[in-house]
């Protein structure tokens, strides 16, 4: 009985001990399947939120692509070019067209005639390419360029042989604070300040934009007097503009560039200019070293616009040092214009100018030199006035095709001859045409 119940016992000790230790089991692996449940719902909760970030940023990639749709434009303003613009980024590829058919007198020694298709009679054809990039973190300021050509239509030709960007090529910056401020091939300054009045066909106002005078033809030798050591445009030129209310104010310079000689090849120019709306006036002053003489000029005019006419007049002051034998030269110019602009597609100009000259310089033939040309191999001059009446009218299909026609009549008087009118001391010319802007 005693050994029954010893063995009894010892199998109720057993039996607690394994079901002791089959608890413990149970809760340690119930432990690590809570710890398990634990950590997957943790996972999937990171999952989830991996998902919402995908989402999002999904989203934002949407918005930003719509934003920058809306933001990147190209446009096309009726005669203004094809305009690229993307955030603080503008480009703009623009150009003109002009065809000429003309006719005039003494187109050569024997006096004959000449019927043909001509060099454009109004601003010449070109095309061009310029922009601008706003800079970040600054007040306003963006960097600037443009780059200019132009051709002749009748051949296809450079104006300029081999120089593929003859009209402007030249890179900057602009803000309201600073003004304009450029370097490069540009108008000079003189040109901008005085072609609100040097003919009728730009602009009643002086502006920070690039224009001059429009005319390609015989009077457009008044544009000379505003020039440089290298024409009526500069190269090498520093040019600043600035609005300051209805003034605009400008300087500009064209750096020589010869070794050891700081001044031959340099032009310096000051202009002011008064934008009143319906009065505007302005004006420049203007000096360069031309192969070491010195040229100089000074100007004053401006228009007013009452109704339909506008008026122009303009006065024009020149001196040039030439070779001591045959010593210096004295110019006096006038111009008067007026254009009327009637209700309808057409407007109408009307023009006369003269250029008085003392002791012109001329070439090897015997033409009058233009101001600010190298006088320095002359050896004879000649003094008198060179007049020339001019009218036009235009027929404005839209903003972008125009007709014309145009007509001049040149005369010269004492010993003074111009190389247009191969000897003769007049010619007459007209023109019928067809410009398109694109």
Do not use: C
Not at 48 to 62: G, M, P, R, S, Y
Not at 386 to 393: D, I, L, N, P
């Amino acid at each position: 009985m005693k050994k029954k119940l010893m063995a009894m016992a010892i199998l109720g000790v057993l039996a607690g001990s394994v079901q002791a230790q089959s608890v413990q089991d149970l809760q340690q692996a119930l432990a690590q399947a809570q710890k398990a449940a634990a950590d997957a719902q943790k996972a999937a909760q990171q999952a989830q939120d991996a998902l919402a970030q995908i989402q999002q940023a999904t989203v934002a990639a949407k918005e930003a692509v719509e934003v920058s749709k809306k933001s990147a434009t190209v446009s096309q303003p009726a005669g203004e070019g094809l305009v690229y613009k993307s955030g603080g980024d503008t480009v703009r590829l623009y150009g003109l067209i002009d065809l000429s058919l003309s006719s005039k007198s003494n187109a050569d020694k024997a006096g004959n005639s000449q019927k043909d298709m001509s060099v454009a009679w109004f601003s010449g054809n070109r095309w061009g390419i310029e922009g601008e990039h706003a800079l970040k973190d600054t007040d306003g300021l963006k960097a600037i360029f443009k780059l200019e050509s132009e051709y002749e239509l009748p051949t296809g030709s450079m104006d300029t042989p081999g120089v593929l960007f003859n009209r402007d090529a030249w890179l900057g910056v602009q803000s309201d604070s600073l003004g304009k401020l450029t370097f490069g091939r540009q108008n000079t300054l003189a040109r901008e300040f005085s072609k609100i009045y040097g003919d009728p066909y730009g602009t009643a106002a002086v502006t920070l934009d690039e224009g001059g005078y429009s005319n390609n033809n015989d009077f457009k030798q008044l544009i000379f007097y505003s020039g440089s050591a290298t024409g009526t445009r500069y190269d090498k030129g520093i040019v600043w503009k600035k609005e300051f209310g209805n003034i605009v104010a400008g300087v500009g310079y064209q750096v020589g560039g010869i070794p050891g000689d700081t001044t031959t090849g340099t032009t310096k120019s000051l202009g002011l200019a008064y934008n009143g709306g319906d009065v505007n006036v302005s004006g420049f002053y203007n000096s360069a070293n031309v192969n070491g003489y010195t040229h100089s000029s000074y100007s004053i005019g401006g228009n007013y616009q009452f109704g339909m006419m506008r008026l122009n007049a303009g006065y024009i002051s020149y001196k040039a040092d030439q070779p001591l034998a045959i010593g210096n030269r004295s110019d006096k110019a006038y111009t008067l214009s007026a254009k009327f602009t009637p209700a309808g597609n057409f407007d109408y100009e009307l023009g006369w100018q003269t250029m008085n000259a003392e002791n012109a310089a001329v070439n090897g033939s015997g033409y009058v030199l233009n101001a600010y040309a190298n006088t320095g191999n002359a050896t004879k001059t000649a003094t008198g006035k060179r007049k020339t009446w001019y009218g036009s009218a235009f027929y404005h299909f839209d903003k972008r095709t125009e007709l014309y026609f145009a007509l001049d009549r040149l005369n010269t008087d004492g010993t003074y001859l111009a190389s247009q009118a191969n000897g003769f001391n007049s010619q007459n010319e007209y023109a019928v045409g067809m410009r398109f802007k694109f």
